[in-house]
């Protein structure tokens, strides 16, 4: 692993990391957030930092399932298939949010969307769960969380689900 630094020895905690600690905390979830100053916005940039596969890192979507906020939790090497994703949802369309939308739905920046702390119904892709470990992001482009993907479905209230291509 990268050298990262323990969100938690820093004296000022970013507000956005301090909600999502608080979220996963009420989710019966105990998480240790790192900050890597290099960046993990993209699935790629993420895996390099902390030093592990693409496919251990979440990638947290936010899609919009005939008009409604849904969001899809998919590895960094998978594409998600959107007709799965809006089959999942009880839907018929699911289309990518942009970015604005993406930070009314969750109050997140793109880049630094948490896979919980969000009122958002949670789609998880089931080879997500091939992992011991994954990584998600915790409320900025630079800090992420690693957890157990059973523990994350648990706290995200998450259906699991095949949405990869």
């Known amino acids: 692993m990268a050298a990262a630094t323990p969100v938690c020895d820093r004296a000022a905690v970013h507000r956005n990391v301090a909600a999502v600690v608080s979220a996963a905390r009420e989710a019966g979830l105990d998480i240790e957030p790192r900050e890597f100053p290099e960046g993990t916005r993209t699935a790629e940039d993420a895996a390099r930092a ?3 596969s693409v ?3 979440v990638k947290s979507l936010v899609f919009e399932v005939d ?21 999942a949802a009880g839907g018929t369309r699911a289309r990518r949010a942009d970015a604005d939308a993406v930070r009314r739905a969750t109050g997140f920046p793109v880049g630094g969307v948490p896979p919980l702390g969000h009122r958002l119904p949670v789609f998880v892709d089931v080879g997500l769960l091939a992992f011991d470990v994954v990584w998600a992001a915790a409320g900025t482009p630079h800090v992420v969380f690693g957890v157990g ?14 949405l990869a291509r």
């Open 50 to 52: 902390i030093g592990v």
């Open 149 to 162: 993907p059973d523990a994350l479905v648990a706290a995200a209230a998450a259906k699991v689900c095949d």
């Open 67 to 87: 008009g409604r906020p849904v969001m899809a939790l998919v590895s960094g090497a998978d594409q998600l298939d959107e007709e799965k994703l809006g089959a």
């Open 55 to 57: 496919g251990q890192i």
